[in-house]
């Protein structure tokens, strides 16, 4: 068993039991989702579908709403192989982060959590790609916004040059057109900082698939693409073939996200011409 570290006195790394798996071809596949909150048992069951469908290499959860995540709760979440999870406890009610990984398919070396954010470091063990992941539940307030990206950029920079991604929920659009709302919205001053964030630290924003929006409040009135998926320029040309679907919001009034890579998907084959 390989040894984990957690940084900061506020993280926790336990193995247990969980897992299934679906497509063969698929060498690698994270889920991101932010759940609103794990104390309904009908919201755990919820996620805990969603892996056995989808299969997941890592699972990356934000606004637990927990102060505590232990092998109880992240067993009704994952099932039946073995795996690890790290998790950043929320203040109160509010945050709470979590990562789950199948330890036949992720090695992960050390985790490092600060506000607002956890950090794997580890290795995909079928190609043998070390990686950085880093988990996101960024603050409403934009002052609060702007540490948080000026403290992942120096982050970012001690990782240059090696595969990162990015994930989560970052509460804010890059674009006006990525909200929508019954009443015009003007003010741009959070999007000028994270688009400044992602083009300062070279990071690529994939196409959304699946749908337009990954947030919709309960009513309909309003829906914004907050959560995504953000990777470093080693990541993408290691991984060309990723794509990112948003899927079905379920009881959670975001989507989760899926970041995928088949191998056995090679788009159209080229044509030939011989010359004899």
Known sequence: MGTVRVCNGVGM????????????????????????????????????NLVGEKGPSILCLQETKLEVCDEALCASLWGGTPHFF???????????????????????????SIEHAIIIHG?????????????????CDNGAKQLLWDRLTVILQRFFGKNVCICGDFNVVRYVEERRSLRVYSNVSDLEPFNKFIDENLLVDLPLCGRRFTWYKGDGSSMSRLNRFLLSEDWSLVSPGCTQVAHLRGLSDHCPLILSVNEDDWGPRPSRMLKC
């Open 13 to 48: 790394v336990g193995l247990f039991s969980g897992g299934g798996g679906e497509g063969s071809g698929v060498v690698m596949k994270i889920i991101s989702w932010n759940v609103r909150g794990l104390g309904r048992a009908e919201k755990r069951k919820e996620v805990k």
């Open 86 to 112: 790290s998790y950043r406890p929320s203040v109160g009610a509010s945050g709470g982060l979590l990562i789950l990984w199948d330890a036949s398919l992720v090695e992960v070396w050390s985790t490092e």
């Open 123 to 139: 290795q995909f063990v079928q190609s043998n790609d070390e990686f950085y992941l880093v988990n996101v539940y960024a603050p």
